[in-house]
């Protein structure tokens, strides 16, 4: 679970990625985008090309595709989406908060992150461009912000502020091209833009293999407790394209209850 310019998050909000689709927490150096998700041929819950963004607050049109594409692929996955409940779209607020939230939950635990966003919102309001760039630096570092976050979120402010969103924009482009441009903001690293396409645009082929959460729900349910080899995480990447987002949903969910604070 954790990423931006090459920062790592948290065990269990979500990290660095290695393998096709896009990540962070990182557990070795980040890897290139991955291609777009592939069709399943033949099967009438495949992925569409472009998916259209879930309103926000909305499960995403392919989840009940997805899920039962994974509970036929690997049985393992039953009783976790009985169990929990599913990804919800857009619930940590528009594309700006979404970024800003992950570059807060950079290296710390999800606990700790919550705590620091909470502080940061009580200090500006509602966070947007305008509010968290207007507060000073002590009051960013009060929060409990280090000052290379407080860098970042400075320069994630700056392009919202000269350019506006790009909502529309992103929500027609492949995942691979807007893990391109937003690499390119100073703090956004692989890991927090795979994090925004999956709680943000709901991509549904997102695989954040570097993600220390995410590599520990494997290791538990699939390397007896040890971290699975390479060849173990290629069988099971490609056992659940082109899914993988909602795969690495319920991994995370099966390590406790409510691992990502939306």
């Known amino acids: 679970r954790s990423p931006v310019a090459s920062a790592r998050r948290p065990t269990s909000a979500h990290g660095a990625m290695t393998s096709t689709a896009t990540g962070r927490s990182r557990a070795g150096g980040e890897a290139p985008p991955g291609e777009p998700p592939a069709a399943m041929a033949g099967n009438a819950a495949a992925a569409p090309r472009r998916p259209r963004r879930a309103e926000p607050g909305q499960v995403p049109r392919w989840w009940s595709g997805a899920c039962l594409v994974l509970r036929e692929s690997d049985p393992r996955f039953g009783a976790l989406i009985d169990r929990h409940p599913p990804l919800r779209a857009g619930v940590r ?3 700006f908060a979404t970024l800003a939230r992950s570059i807060v939950g950079q290296q710390v635990s999800v606990k700790a992150a919550q ?11 509602t966070p947007t461009p305008e509010s968290v760039a207007a507060l000073p630096v002590e009051t960013l570092r009060g ?38 441009e937003l690499t390119g903001v100073r703090g956004l690293g692989l890991w927090t833009v795979q994090m925004f396409l999956i709680f943000h645009l709901a991509r549904p082929d997102v695989w954040p293999l570097a993600d220390l959460g995410l590599r ?21 990447s490609a056992r659940w394209q082109p899914w993988r987002t909602a795969a690495t949903w319920y991994l995370w969910r099966s390590l406790e209850p409510d691992p990502v604070p939306q």
Not at 115 to 125: D, H, M, N, Y
Not at 154 to 169: K, V
Not at 222 to 232: H, K, N, S
Request: with cysteine.
């Open 216 to 236: 520990r729900a494997i290791a538990l349910r699939y390397g007896r407790g040890r971290d699975p080899a390479q060849r173990t995480l290629d069988r099971l």
């Open 93 to 95: 607020g528009d594309a």
């Open 115 to 125: 705590s620091v966003w909470e502080r940061l919102a009580q200090a500006c309001g």
């Open 143 to 180: 929060c409990g912000l280090s000052g290379r976050k407080t860098e970042y979120l400075g320069g994630l402010a700056a392009p919202f502020l000269s350019r506006g969103a790009r909502g529309q924009a992103w929500a027609r482009m492949e995942d691979a091209a807007i893990v391109a």
